[in-house]
């Protein structure tokens, strides 16, 4: 199916699309500060620049976005117009996102993903539901978290 805007809109568009500041993040960050946590954001010292930063947990979340991230859930779906470019732009999100992950292991941060599906769409879950999974993680030992939306 051809796309009803012209390229150069279309691209506008998707340059517009900003990384920071999501309103999955936003959703993260105001449950978490109203549970208590007080962290850092986007911290460029750290792979990744993860979204949340809890320093006295050691631990880091990032909120990403099913498509961006490549998902397999109901909101990710490679576009049907430059499928190969999407594709490759994806993959490689993929992969820095595993290079992240592990240079932030090795420094010894935990980690935890909460996925765009978990917050919207058909899948979601109550935001308390999330953020109460998320302050039991960061009280607990466990290295990692990843937050997917039900049934995902």
Same mark, same amino acid.
């Given at each position: 199916?051809?796309?009803i =805007?012209?390229?150069? =809109?279309?691209?506008?568009?998707? !340059?517009g699309i900003? +990384?920071?500041?999501t309103?999955?993040?936003?959703?993260?960050?105001k449950g978490?500060h109203?549970a208590?946590? /007080? @962290?850092?954001?986007h911290?460029?010292d750290l %792979?990744?620049? %993860?979204?949340?930063?809890? %320093?006295r947990?050691r !631990?880091?979340? @990032?909120?990403h976005g099913c498509f961006?991230? +490549?998902? &397999?859930c109901?909101? @990710?779906?490679?576009?049907? #117009?430059?499928t190969?470019f999407?594709?490759?732009?994806?993959?490689r999100?993929?992969?820095?996102d595993? /290079?992240?992950?592990? $240079?932030l #292991?090795?420094a010894g941060w935990? $980690?935890a993903? =909460?996925?765009?599906?978990a917050?919207?769409?058909? #899948?979601k879950l109550?935001?308390d539901?999330?953020?109460?999974?998320c302050? $039991?993680?960061? $009280?607990? &030992? #466990?290295q !990692?978290l990843?937050?997917?939306?039900v049934?995902e």
């Amino acid at each position: 199916m051809a796309d009803i =805007v012209p390229a150069e =809109v279309r691209s506008r568009m998707m !340059a517009g699309i900003g +990384g920071k500041n999501t309103k999955p993040e936003l959703i993260l960050r105001k449950g978490l500060h109203a549970a208590g946590f /007080r @962290f850092r954001i986007h911290v460029a010292d750290l %792979p990744g620049k %993860p979204d949340i930063v809890l %320093p006295r947990f050691r !631990a880091v979340i @990032f909120a990403h976005g099913c498509f961006w991230h +490549g998902h &397999d859930c109901h909101l @990710f779906k490679i576009p049907s #117009t430059r499928t190969e470019f999407w594709q490759a732009k994806i993959d490689r999100n993929r992969e820095v996102d595993a /290079r992240n992950r592990s $240079q932030l #292991t090795d420094a010894g941060w935990r $980690q935890a993903v =909460v996925w765009e599906c978990a917050l919207k769409g058909r #899948t979601k879950l109550a935001h308390d539901e999330v953020i109460d999974s998320c302050a $039991q993680w960061l $009280q607990s &030992d #466990t290295q !990692a978290l990843e937050i997917r939306g039900v049934g995902e």
